[in-house]
Structure formats: structure tokens, C-alpha cells
């Protein structure tokens, strides 16, 4: 459609007027990061609540939940839970928490938002797909707490559901008939809405930057939305195929992945000839790229974030961008290593665990390159500069585990142990989380007009980082203690004496939760109360500063924006101030 | 002290004392807009999606053969002779979805679309394209022919992971073919509405979509013939 009007020329579709077409199904990105925001939000607090859930539980085993009966009550009579219902909530954490949240948060809401507005583009390639991608995700959404609500109750076999308990059917278990029919379709839909999602932001990458704007010019955040959709793409593609074969075991009676003779509930299952490794082939070729999908966004922007705290250039941008491109390419390579204890070839796990090793290097150059970045600053301390730098702790904490799981001859020790459990959550949960948060206290003031609390803010980043640590931390020592994961108590000689590290990291986990209030808090609050925000309160460099806060609907107001910088030039002289906008025309140096 | 560059005469004012909401910004008279052509970005669109969809097809045949080398229950059967007509009549409607795109390619900018040679390669190229989804529908009925004849042998979904495979293949294959021919109306219709230019009715990406649905069938039809 060829309307030439000016006001319409400026931009691909028109500015909405209706409620519905403003806040609703809008095409706008900037609306439909806030959307994927907002259910990352409220996918966050309901995992949080599972955890808490799981962890009473696992401190104090006996003692009656309030109001869990009317959750479920065959699930947990009297508010006690079964060991099943523990697997049942295990598992809902997990795949709302990796799914919903982490994949969600960083990439799809932050990037949506802003890798248009710093390449200078007045929106995504596709903002029909865009909107598609955000209510196809909500309704992967919705049909995944559906399985709450069945009667069977949610699936019992973890995030990874492993087959044949999940390909099975009801004759397994609780959960395992609707539940996990469920939670496969709901993946399956999550699948198409991340796969539309990736197309538009690779699309938009290459094809809508704004003159001026060459690749190398992008900032470090733009960078990793990039290879992130690039990896998401052909993970995703994986993990599509593998659910669409899982829902073919469990309603069409094929047998991918049930071998012959499993007898269940007494009942001999119709199956034969399936490969159970065939499953956690299919789901780790996708899984490992996904954490990679998970952490990668936050890397981006912490990468993005720092200097503009630190006053300072980020030590080495090209190299930071090599590392990603690098993790991205590496990451299809070294899925086996969650399958050292599974039966496969225990040659092939030296062909997992070599590039597995490899990858730690590209990961530890981006953290030294971040380290590098602050050695010798005037460190400006807001809630966002803190997270960043919290961010590097935690890294590395949880990156330094990773070494030890890579080798297959501690990982024979350490599989499925809380060794494992420490590392992930340290990388994901706490990293990934951290780089939202930092991208969260410095963006608000872009994306609402006003700036958030920033005494809040430092309380909630030291109480948080005080507590993942409690949380985490003493995980590791109960991995090498050889408490095994997944357990919904511990009985055993050798794992009683550790339940009062249990209940430590209980108490830790409860008040770390409360503490995220102060967040929320400070989220609603500041939203409709906080003090009105300038263009550019943080004096950063990006493009996202050069408009106003929050951007008019086309981002730019209709100007031509033209991009003469890079994004790193802090810590020059600039008539007065300490560094040069993107497209700001004064050469400061040959970028 | 570094700003952003403003155009002259813009009436942009700040309000400090606002909401927080954007504010009512116009564009320039005369502004164009920067963003990449449309048929640019459709191009780049579909190969990504394109990409996407091979990767799952991969997929799906990694899990073939390790299914198939993993237990010794594997069927053979012989593929019903539909398939490989099927497989002629699909490259043919990539021919004629080349010979359409040829037609609209020769014609001409802008000044001398109104004559009437114009005319005759605009409707030309129309049918070409209606050929095109004719010939697509029929390889769908003609897929539909060999479920019928493998059914007659007794040979369904679950029966066997040799036919479950054949199933899964040739029917996901199909679901995209018709989802390509949901595209190939909707390019028709723009044609037909904007008066037959091809740059913004999406031609391009979608003839990289449809050869590449061609290719991967012939793709498919050489892993069942020499796998099943």
C-alpha cells in the first residue's frame, strides 16, 4: 500500500487510535516488548512462588503448606505434597522459568523495545509477525497453566521431560496424561512464536539500520539480540520437530522414543522399538544452544550498560561481539555433555567434552573484557551499574563450575547433583536475571518517561546478591556431599545430616523472594509517581538517547537519522563533556 | 555539550512538567522513510524462515535414522508410484512460477504500463501463476493418493516407524505446500490490485519460498525412496 501522505510515509504502518489496537494487539515494538515484559514479570513471581513451595518442602517435609490442598488436593492432601506433586511443581519451574522468563525477558522484551531504536529503525521488519510472535507466546502461556488445573496435574518429568516417562501416558504416573500432553503442546506453540520472533529481529538487523549505522557500529546489546534470534532460530528448529514426535507417541501410538517391553502400572505399553537417547539428542541439540539463547542477551547488556557507568570505552567491542559469534557457533557442538551418564558412547563424550572446554574461552574473554572495562574507572554506582558489576560475580561464579561439569569424569560424580543445580541456577538464574535487571533500572527511564528509585534499587541489588549467594552457593558443597537432585527428601544415611544446609537455603530463598518486592514495588510506583526523566539521564552514546523518553511512536519523530559514531566514545573530551553521541556529527575518532 | 541534531525548524518542544507520555511529534514535509525496500526485507524474511524450516527437516531426519539403526523392527515397503509423478508435477510448477515471474519482469517501469502489449504480459503472468497453484493443488491430491494407497496396504501412522517417518514427512511437507499456497493468493491478490507491479507484491520471496518446498520434496522423496 502506497500512501503518500506525509504523515503516513514516515512509518510502515499508521499510529492506531483505538484502546485495542494502542495496548492490546498493537503493532507497535515498543508495546509488545513491554507485553513480553510484563508476562516475563508475572511468569517470574509464579516460579518464584513454585520455588518457595519446593524449598519448604524440602526444609521442613512434614510440615502442612497453607492453602497448597486447594491447589491440588490429590497433590498435596492436607497441605503436605507428594513426592509427585514435588516433581510436578519442579517441573513447572523449570519450564516457566527457562521458557517464559529467561528466554522472554532479555531477548524478546528488551530486544523487541530497543534493537529497533538503536539501529535507528522506526520499527521491526514485520510488525504483524511481531504481534503474532508475542500473543502465539501468551498462549503457549495460558495452555501451560492449564496443566495446574487438570486433574491429573502438571507433568512429573522435569523440564527436560526425558522419555519414555513422558511419551508414556497416564499408566506412569500422575501428571502424565493431560498434564504432559499439555505442556508439549504449549512447548510446540512456544516453538513457532520464538521462530517468528527470531525471524523479525534477524531481518530487521540486516535489512532496516539507518544510514550511517554499519554493523560495527551497532551497539554490544543490538549485537547479541542478533545472535541470539541466529542460534534461537535453528535451536528452536529442533525443538520443534522433537514435541511434534513426543505428541505423536502419546496420542498417535507411535514409538520414537518408548522401547518395547515397559510394563507400567501393570499394564504392558502398546509401544516397541523407540530410542529414549533419540529424545535427549533431539532436546539437548536444542537445550544447550537455548542457555546460551538465555545468557547471551544479558551479556549484551551488561556489555552495553557498563561503560556508560564506568565513563569509559568497552575494553575491546569487536572482540566482545567475536566471543558471542563465537559461543553461538560453539554451542551447537557440545550438547552431549548433559548425556555423559546416559549410555551413549563414552567416546563421544571426549567429542563433547573438547568443544565444551573450547567454549569456556570465548565466555571467559567477554568476562576479563568486562572486568577490563571498569579496571581504572571513576565507576558511577546506580542500581543498574550495580547489577552490571554483580552480573560479573555471578558469572564466574557460575561459570566456574561449568569447567568441572565439562569433564566427563567429574561429571559421572556430579551429574544430577546439586553441583549442577548451583551452576545452572548461578549462570541463568542469577546471571541472566541480573543483566534484566540492569537493563531494566537503566532502560525504565527510556521506555516510561520517569526514573526509578534509585535507593530501592541499590537495596534490592544488595539484599538479591547477598541472597543468591546464601541460595546457591552452599549447593555446591552439597553436590560434592552427593546429594542427588530431584529428590523430594532426603531419608537416606548419607543425606540427612545435610538438611539443615536445606533448610539454610530455605530461609535464604524466602527472604531473597521478598526482597524482589522492593523491585515490583519500585516497578508500579515509579511508573505512575517517579521523577520525570530527561532524553538522556545517563549520558550514554546509543541511539535510544537521542530520542525522547519515552520515544514517539515512530521512535524518531520523523527525523532522518543519521549515525556518525560508534557506540563506545565515553571518556573523550567533548566541549564540556565526556563523550560523543552516536549521532552526533563532531569526528572524534575514525570509527 | 553533545545533543542530538534536530532539523531546522522543528517544533519539538520538551514539556518537563508532562505525564511522561510521548509526545505528539510530526514528521518532516517531505520526510521519506529509511526503512528497507519492501520486497528487500520480505527476501531476507523468507530466507531466514526458509533456513528455519530446513533445520527442522534435518531434524526430523537425524531422528529418522537413529530410529531406524536403533532397533530392528524397520519395515520396508515400496513407495506408491504417485510420488514419483508427483515429484514431475511439482518441478513443473516451479517452471511455470519462473516463467510468470519472467513475464512480470519484462514489464516495463512506470511511463508505458498503460499499452497494451503491457497488458498482455500482465495477464500472462497472472495465469502463469494460477498454473502454478493449480499444479500445487494437484500434488497435494496426489500425495493424498499414495496415503490412500499405503493405507490399502495396511500401512498407517503407528503401524511402523518406516511408515510413521512416511507419514510424517510427506504430510508436513504438505502442511507447508499449503501454507505456501495461502502465500501464493496472497501475492495474486496484490498483483491484481496494484496493477501487476511484482516488486511489492512479495513474488520474490515467495518463489524463494515455493522452489525451495520443490527442492525439499525432491530432497524427502530421495530419503524415503532410498531409506525405506
Known sequence: MHDTSAAHAAHQHAAPTSFIRKHIFSLDHKVIGKQYYGLALLAVFIGMALSWLMRIHLGWPAWPIPLLDKLSAVGAPQGVMTPEYYLSLMTMHGTIMVFFVLTNAPFAAFGNYFLPIQIGAEDMAFPRFNMMSFWVTFTAFLVMMAAFFVSDGPPISGWTAYAPLSAVGGDAGPGLALGQTLWAISIAIFCIASLLGALNFIATTLDLRTKGMSLARMPASSWAWFVTAVISLLAFAVLLPACILLILDRVAGTSFFIPAGLILSDKLQPHSGGSVLLWQHLFWFFGHPEVYIAILPSIGIVCHILPVFARKPLLGLRAAVGCMIATGFLSYMVWGHHMFVSGMSPFSANLFSVPTLIITIPMTILTLLLIGSVYGAKMRFTAASLFCLGFISVFISGGISGFFLAQPSIDIYLHATYFVVAHFHFVMAVASLFGVFAGTYFWFPKMFGRMMNETLGKLHFWLTFIGVYCIFMPMHYLGLAGNVRRYSAFVDDYLIPLIPVHKFITIAALLTGAAQFIFLFNLIWSRFKGPIASENPWEATSLEWSTTSPPPFDNFGGRHIVVYNGPNEYGVENNGTDFVMQVSPEKISAS | ?228
Do not use: C
Open chain 2, 1 to 228: 555539550m553533545a545533543t542530538t541534531t534536530l532539523p531546522p525548524g522543528a517544533d519539538i518542544t520538551f514539556d518537563d512538567q508532562g505525564s511522561g507520555k510521548p509526545p505528539e511529534l510530526g514528521p518532516r514535509p517531505g520526510y521519506v522513510a529509511q526503512s528497507g525496500s519492501p520486497s528487500q526485507k520480505s527476501e531476507t524474511g523468507m530466507l531466514v524462515a526458509v533456513s528455519a524450516i530446513g533445520m527442522s527437516f534435518a531434524a526430523f531426519t537425524s531422528a529418522m535414522f537413529v530410529r531406524q539403526d536403533s532397533s530392528t523392527d524397520w519395515q520396508h515397503f515400496q513407495l506408491p508410484y504417485v510420488l514419483y509423478l508427483n515429484t514431475l508435477i511439482l518441478i513443473g510448477s516451479s517452471i511455470t512460477l519462473q516463467l510468470s515471474r519472467q513475464r512480470f519482469a519484462a514489464i516495463p517501469h512506470a511511463a508505458q504500463r498503460a499499452s497494451a502489449s503491457v497488458k498482455v504480459l500482465l495477464a500472462s503472468g497472472i495465469y502463469w501463476l494460477y498454473l502454478t497453484a493449480a499444479l500445487g493443488l494437484i500434488f497435494v491430491l496426489g500425495q493424498i493418493l499414495a496415503w490412500r494407497n499405503l493405507a490399502a496396504q495396511g500401512l498407517f501412522l503407528a503401524t511402523n516407524p518406516s511408515s510413521s517417518f512416511f507419514y510424517l514427512f510427506t504430510a508436513l511437507h504438505a502442511v507447508h505446500l499449503l501454507g505456501g499456497m495461502g502465500g501464493l493468493f496472497y501475492v495474486l491478490r496484490k498483483l491484481i490490485r496494484n496493477g501487476g507491479v511484482a516488486e511489492t507484491s512479495g513474488l520474490s520471496a515467495f518463489s524463494i519460498y515455493w522452489h525451495f518446498m520443490d527442492l525439499l520434496w525432491v530432497y524427502l522423496l530421495l530419503l524415503l525412496a532410498i531409506r525405506m
